[in-house]
T-cell receptor
Framework: NAGVTQTPKFQVLKTGQSMTLQCAQD?????MSWYRQDPGMGLRLIHY???????DQGEVPNGYNVSRSTTEDFPLRLLSAAPSQTSVYFC???????????FGQGTRLTVV | AQSVAQPEDQVNVAEGNPLTVKCTYS??????LFWYVQYPNRGLQFLLK??????LVKGSYGFEAEFNKSQTSFHLKKPSALVSDSALYFC??????????FGKGNQVVVIP
């Protein structure tokens, strides 16, 4: 199993551009989440999903959209990038019973 | 509101000495608690969890943590630190259907 795979690993965007961060897992996990990591702030939840077709907002959802059309994929869309969205983004998945989350390697995004 | 506090920014310890990383939490109901470790430019790796049962839980790489309900704490411990334990450590609490709240993280530096 590859686990949780995120692409791309690095990205530079100009202010106002849009893009999609990809996340795929091959463990048949029901639950998936997106977090952003900023220095001194830990990880903050952006959006999450408890199954295909079901998504909900987390702690910092503004400026981001998600969809979950399949169990495997959970893309994160930045609608109009802003410098405040410069961060490291992590996708995670877990089973409904196992509780612990498995994380991808992260996407380092810089918005200039 | 659910929250996790890691009061120290950095923990310095000599190799071979005991290592303790502190965590306190605030959550409604029974807590599901986790420790994760992050090495430079990597995703988060699961170390251990407390769901129910024994207050002392053992995890990967010789780490353990003690759940203390009265003090709402979940401190991470290792009897003898290694230089390779130098990393960023996060405490987290699971709440709701799929929401993880993280502490801000502790940088552990093990001095040879």
């Amino acid at each position: 199993n590859a686990g949780v795979t995120q692409t791309p690993k690095f990205q530079v965007l100009k202010t106002g551009q849009s893009m999609t961060l990809q996340c795929a897992q091959d463990m048949n996990h029901e639950y998936m989440s997106w977090y952003r990591q900023d220095p001194g702030m830990g990880l903050r939840l952006i959006h999450y999903s408890v199954g295909a077709g079901i998504t909900d907002q987390g702690e910092v959802p503004n400026g981001y959209n998600v969809s979950r059309s399949t169990t495997e994929d959970f893309p994160l869309r930045l609608l109009s990038a802003a410098p405040s969205q410069t961060s490291v983004y992590f996708c995670a998945s877990r089973t409904s019973s196992g509780k612990e989350a498995f994380f991808g390697q992260g996407t380092r995004l810089t918005v200039v | 509101a659910q929250s996790v506090a890691q009061p120290e920014d950095q923990v310095n310890v000599a190799e071979g000495n005991p290592l303790t990383v502190k965590c306190t939490y605030s959550v409604s109901g029974n807590p599901y608690l986790f420790w994760y470790v992050q090495y430079p430019n990597r995703g988060l790796q699961f170390l251990l969890k407390y769901i129910t049962g024994d207050n002392l839980v053992k995890g990967s790489y010789g780490f353990e943590a003690e759940f203390n309900k009265s003090q709402t704490s979940f401190h991470l411990k290792k009897p003898s630190a290694l230089v390779s334990d130098s990393a960023l450590y996060f405490c987290a609490v699971l709440y709701g259907s799929n929401r993880l709240a993280f502490g801000k993280g502790n940088q552990v530096v093990v001095i040879p």
